[in-house]
Nanobody, 116 residues
Framework: QVQLVESGGGLGRPGGSLQLSCQVSENIFNFNDVGWYRQAPGKERELVAVINVGARTTYADSVKDRFTISRDNAKNTVYLQMNSLRISDTAVYYC??????????WGQGTQVTVSS
């Protein structure tokens, strides 16, 4: 069973930065897509950023030019660098994996709260 362990959430200030990490218990090359989704209170879960096995990235319009997704294949870890934080970035952030064989896999989520 694949395990996804998220870390790095917490309290951030408007205009500040946080970095999320997702440690995966197996080789992330086994997955076509790895990335992050988020869910704010009362809202549906939404895509934040995804990076595929070829390192192609996709970002939500709301985070473009502020967030950067990356992957360290040697460490089987996916990162989300979040800069220029906004109050509207407050949400639970979920690590996400997808492959044709395994389908979707989700982490347990890490809370990010942006507040002054």
């Amino acid at each position: 069973q694949v395990q996804l362990v998220e870390s790095g959430g917490g309290l951030g200030r408007p205009g500040g930065s946080l970095q999320l990490s997702c440690q995966v218990s197996e080789n992330i090359f086994n997955f076509n897509d790895v990335g992050w989704y988020r869910q704010a209170p009362g809202k549906e879960r939404e895509l934040v950023a995804v990076i595929n096995v070829g390192a192609r990235t996709t970002y939500a319009d709301s985070v473009k030019d502020r967030f950067t997704i990356s992957r360290d294949n040697a460490k089987n870890t996916v990162y989300l660098q979040m800069n220029s934080l906004r109050i509207s970035d407050t949400a639970v952030y979920y690590c996400y994996l997808w492959s044709v064989v395994r389908g979707e896999l989700w982490g347990q989520g890490t809370q990010v709260t942006v507040s002054s």
